[in-house]
Nanobody, 123 residues
């Protein structure tokens, strides 16, 4: 099975930056996609960004486009989410996710999930 280990997150002030990383291991498929989801208290989990391991194609939810940047390194096994110009509404638990296809991750049905990391943005 694929295992996803997240790092980063924490507390930031509005307008500040944070960086999340997720290292995946156990891939048995050569391509697929890695992405990030988040869940705020009382709200459903939402996909916010995704990147293809084969061609680097990316997806961003409208609410984070222009502020967040997703990238992939380390032989395509580490995905990083650079979060700039943070807003209080970005406060949530952030989850790394992996799937066999870009569409499955973007569509909200990845095959694997990380344990989640808290991001809190104060106003």
């Amino acid at each position: 099975d694929v295992q996803l280990v997240e790092s980063g997150g924490g507390l930031a002030q509005a307008g500040g930056s944070l960086r999340l990383s997720c290292t995946a291991s156990g891939f048995t498929f050569g391509s697929g996609a890695l992405g990030w989801f988040r869940q705020a208290p009382g709200k459903p989990r939402e996909g916010i960004s995704c990147i293809s391991r084969s061609d680097g194609s990316t997806y961003y939810k409208d609410s984070v486009e222009g502020r967040f940047t997703i990238s992939i390194t380390n032989n395509k096994n580490t995905v990083t989410l650079q979060m700039n110009d943070l807003k209080p509404e970005d406060t949530a638990v952030y989850y790394c996710a992996a799937g066999t296809g870009f569409g499955t991750v973007v569509g909200g049905s990845p095959d694997y999930w990380g344990q989640g990391t808290q991001v809190t943005v104060s106003s």
